[in-house]
């Protein structure tokens, strides 16, 4: 059973730090690229950074330069920490990743919701 689980998303001031937890069980965690999306109200699904199994990186032109993504394939956790946050990067962010990468489809979490306000 594939199991995606996010955390560490709140309410912070615009300009201030999160860092968001995805801790996956029941995929080939190792070999799977992970993804970070985020949706705002009224939004589609934004794809916002993908790590690959050798840790090559993308990020989305909104967040490049404030948010990195990482992973500890010990802890079977990939993290996303996130910089200098604004206004508009308020969103439910949401963990995406195959049990297998050969696999067309992929799983989901159930996000955890981040809030930037004054």
């Known amino acids: 059973q594939v199991q995606l689980v996010e955390s560490g998303g709140g309410l912070v001031q615009p300009g201030g730090s999160l860092r968001l937890s995805c801790a996956a069980s029941?995929?080939?965690?190792?070999?799977?690229?992970i993804n970070w999306y985020r949706q705002a109200p009224g939004k589609g699904r934004e794809l916002v950074a993908t790590i690959t199994s050798t840790g090559l990186t993308n990020y989305a032109d909104s967040v490049l330069g404030r948010f990195t993504i990482s992973r500890d394939n010990a802890k079977n956790t990939v993290y996303l920490q996130m910089n200098v946050l604004k206004p508009e990067d308020t969103a439910v962010y949401y963990c995406?990743?195959?049990?297998?990468?050969?696999?067309?489809?992929?799983?989901w979490g159930q996000g955890t919701q981040v809030t930037v306000s004054s």
């Open positions: 029941g995929i080939i965690f190792s070999i799977n690229a």
């Open positions: 995406n990743a195959k049990k297998d990468p050969r696999d067309t489809a992929s799983y």
